[in-house]
């Protein structure tokens, strides 16, 4: 398990629904599922809705108590507990781009809520290493889907590609693990896990 995230019951503003609807093109917002930072500072959420056209879509984000890079934020916000915090893409914040990959290489699972709410998606790591050290990520490209660049990986400096689609597509057969060097985060609705969907994508290069 990812950990257990601290959640408070705060006002908004602006709001998750509007976040999500102005940055991600998300008309109905179901929920969301989170990682952890070991540092406890960066708050990492991946916001689950559907589009205009009824297709489901994932908005990664992070929340920070201070900017991290003007080309990656998103939205300022006023936290009722925390004060005021700035909502990034998730692609271009270095923690989160090393908790996803350390999420799928440990086929591990999301955080859990210290609320209880449920994640609105169950997601689950392709991996099977039972313990990953992954520090030093530096980005070289990062984009609302993609992040390009190094990590350290138990380590070792290798190369990365780190793809979450905006768009939710369905799992098939082509998407195993032909290639050892790619790796998935799978998810679906704790209502219909036999409709698994492909949240991210993985390449790790020596």
């Known amino acids: 398990m990812s950990g257990i995230v601290q959640i408070y019951d705060a006002e908004l503003n602006p709001t998750k629904e509007w976040i999500a609807a102005s940055s991600g093109g998300v008309v109905t917002l179901l929920g969301s599922y989170r990682l952890a930072d070991p540092a406890g500072k960066v708050g990492i959420e991946v916001l689950v809705g559907s589009d205009i056209d009824g297709r489901p879509v994932q908005l990664p984000l992070t929340y920070r108590a201070a900017e991290l890079h003007s080309e990656h934020t998103l ?3 006023e936290h009722s507990v925390l004060g005021r915090r700035w909502v990034s893409n998730a692609l271009g914040d270095p923690v989160a ?10 086929g591990d699972d999301a955080a859990t809520r210290s609320d209880g709410v449920p994640a609105a998606l169950v997601i689950r790591g392709s ?80």
Do not use: C
């Open 75 to 77: 939205s300022e916000m």
């Open 97 to 106: 781009v090393a908790a996803f990959i350390r999420v799928i290489l440990e």
């Open 127 to 206: 991996g099977d290493h039972s313990q990953v050290s992954v520090t030093e990520v530096e980005l070289k490209e990062a984009t609302r889907q993609r992040a390009i660049g190094t990590v350290v990986v138990d380590g070792q400096r290798k190369s990365f590609q780190l793809y979450l689609p905006h768009s939710l597509h369905r799992l098939h057969s082509s998407d195993s693990e032909a290639d050892p060097i790619r790796h998935n985060l799978i998810g679906w609705l704790p209502s219909m896990p036999e409709k698994q969907r492909v949240v991210a994508e993985l390449s790790l290069e020596d």
